[in-house]
């Protein structure tokens, strides 16, 4: 079982900058660990549905975006951490969302999802204009 705890998420202006952390613990198998595939981020504002914005092939490095954040926001890994993060760059008030970090150690992903195998309970981002 993997369990994945985001943190800094909080208030910005438009415009503003915020680097949201995602620090994975806990053992899957002796195949699969939590960075064997597919890692990633979504969000979710209230009454709308999941949104891929993010996601990462840990094994080739490649990176994939949504249009609405591509140019803005960056995800990345540190595997001596056992962190995902996810820099987000010139917020825009539509940004507003909870966001979550996602992995799914069993496959590989060539572009945003918003299903994985496991993620975390999520941190709020809050973008005024």
């Known amino acids: 079982q993997v369990h994945l705890v985001e943190t800094g998420g909080g208030s910005v202006q438009a415009g503003g900058s915020v680097r949201l952390s995602c620090v994975a613990s806990?053992?899957?198998?002796?195949?699969?660990?939590?960075?064997?595939?597919?890692m990633g981020w979504f969000r979710q504002a209230p009454g709308k549905e999941r949104q891929g914005i993010a996601t990462m092939n840990t094994d080739t490095g490649r990176t994939d975006y949504g249009d609405a954040v591509k140019g803005r926001f960056t995800i990345s890994h540190d595997s001596a951490k056992n962190t995902i993060y996810l820099q987000m760059n010139d917020l825009k008030p539509e940004d507003t969302a909870m966001y979550y970090c996602?992995?799914?150690?069993?496959?590989?992903?060539?572009?945003?999802?918003?299903?994985?195998?496991?993620w975390g309970q999520g941190t709020q981002v809050t973008v005024s204009s």
């Open positions: 996602a992995v799914d150690p069993r496959i590989k992903c060539f572009a945003v999802r918003t299903d994985f195998d496991y």
């Open positions: 806990g053992y899957i198998s002796s195949k699969y660990t939590y960075d064997s595939g597919c």
